[in-house]
């Protein structure tokens, strides 16, 4: 049985046919083509596009030349109401300053320090899953994010979810989650940074009751670092942290960009990573109880993770199939050649996870979920040439690691104690927007192992 997969779309469709199938699903929006191609060109009236599959390709804008291709700001346009200049957004010597304070407190020793708080939000997750008495079916999206918030909040800002001030943050991002596209109009007209971006009223109005209430929870830390009482979790740490060159740390308004987009990529990415890992393991119920024992076995210790393997590779899979973030966008600065075709400046080029996961000339069964490739030679050359949920490069995701971690755990805590089984009148429908979610839910009915 193959895990559910967005239909494409025809090969030729109008530009406007395009940009409403776009606006709906950026992935039943492409052509089944692109599972094959090694590099597709797109054109539209203002610019050009690349999507590129080609793994030396891939390489040389993510590994060998980042500088050269800069994060477009076309699509972070709609993401700016909330993020502001976080580093998801930035480019150049001020995505680099940041990347030097924030990066220590992902270092390897300080993944340690966080696997107490990692460990209590998976424990207080199980007790919200307690199976229904009547064994109803649940929708595991809310599940899985609320526990994702949990553990956000709990690793930058040593509070659970129950917090006040951390229940309003994640209950209006759910709100600016339903409310922002991916695409505007900055995505398709070219424009300077203060053009109109003609954002929804209430997409606006959200961004600044999140960005508020992180402004007080930020303040709030400040104060206590200032006077000695600060807990020693990930805010503190990045707030205290200079940059080795010019000594400068950040203020509140600079930290309150980070927060935003800690909360972003930590809490969406992994709700929607958790989810259709236990979906796939409500598919395939032998590899799930395979993880259930060896979870049964694990001493509940940071050490002992190194003998949650099967699960661990079990999340790598989840991730190639569906990875959280779908694509991404660079754009070019200089003339290019791309697979002997020229390519001009401002020209976007298209890293799709979605498609290089899934292309048919890298992998063995690609739409297969299979997490035994992981130990083929197969499975391994993809895993160095063609597999980047967390990206890629200088830019890779600052909390590739802790993400692994999180994911590991909260599994081996939610197996552990329960079963999932598929509702088969409701299978998942994959569409993206901000990330790989579902079109109605994420229906699995659990019951006590």
């Not at 300080?110 to 009547?134: C, E, Q, S, W, Y």
């Not at 670092?225 to 080795?244: E, H, Q, S, V, W």
């Not at 993400?403 to 081996?412: K, Q």
Request: net charge positive; proline share 9%; aromatic share 10%.
């Amino acid at each position: 049985m193959i895990p559910a997969k967005p239909p494409a779309r025809p090969d030729k469709v109008s530009l406007f046919r395009y940009l409403k199938l776009f606006r709906a699903d950026i992935l039943s929006a492409q052509p089944a083509k692109l599972y094959r191609a090694w590099m597709a060109e797109f054109r539209t009236p203002f610019f050009r596009s690349y999507m590129v599959n080609d793994p030396e390709l891939i390489r040389l804008v993510l590994n060998e030349r980042p500088d050269n291709f800069p994060k477009s700001d076309r699509i972070g346009a709609g993401l700016r109401p909330l993020l502001g200049d976080s580093v998801f957004l930035t480019n150049g010597d001020l995505w680099k300053q940041q990347r030097r304070i924030i990066d220590p407190a992902f270092a390897g020793g300080r993944l340690r320090d966080t696997f107490p708080a990692i460990k209590a939000a998976g424990a207080a997750a199980v007790t919200r899953m307690a199976p229904l008495a009547d064994g109803t079916p649940r929708d595991i999206e809310p599940e899985t994010s609320h526990a994702a918030a949990d553990v956000i909040f709990r690793t930058l800002f040593s509070v659970p979810i129950e917090d006040q001030i951390a229940t309003r943050v994640f209950d209006a991002f759910k709100t600016y989650q339903r409310t922002q596209p991916i695409l505007n109009l900055a995505a398709f007209i070219p424009g300077p940074r203060w053009m109109p971006r003609f954002f929804r009223r209430d997409t606006r109005a959200t961004a600044r009751l999140i960005r508020s209430l992180i402004t007080d929870m930020t303040a709030a830390r400040l104060a206590q670092i200032a006077d000695g009482t600060a807990p020693d979790d990930l805010a503190t740490k990045i707030m205290t942290t200079a940059d080795p060159d010019t000594g400068d740390t950040f203020d509140v308004p600079q930290m309150v960009d980070q927060v935003a987009i800690f909360f972003l990529a930590g809490h969406e990415t992994s709700a929607a990573a958790l989810a259709w890992t236990l979906y796939l393991l409500a598919m395939h119920p032998e590899w799930q109880d395979k993880l259930a024992e060896e979870a049964q076995a694990w001493d509940g210790q940071f050490a002992g993770l190194s003998t949650l393997k099967a699960t661990r590779d079990v999340f790598r899979e989840s991730l190639r199939l569906y990875p959280p973030v779908p694509m991404m966008v660079r754009e070019t600065t200089k003339p290019e050649v791309f697979r002997k075709r020229d390519v001009t400046p401002g020209a976007q080029v298209v890293l799709s996870p979605w498609h290089l996961h899934r292309h048919e000339r890298i992998w063995d069964k690609p739409d297969d979920f299979d997490p035994a490739r992981w130990q083929t030679e197969n499975g391994k050359t993809g895993q160095r040439t063609a597999y980047m949920p967390f990206s890629a490069g200088p830019r890779v995701c600052t909390g590739a690691g802790f993400a692994m971690i999180e994911g590991v755990v909260l599994l081996a805590q939610m197996l552990a104690a329960y079963r999932f089984e598929l509702v088969p009148d409701r299978p998942p429908v994959p569409v993206a927007h901000l990330t790989v979610r579902t079109a109605n839910g994420m229906w699995l009915r659990i019951s006590p192992r």
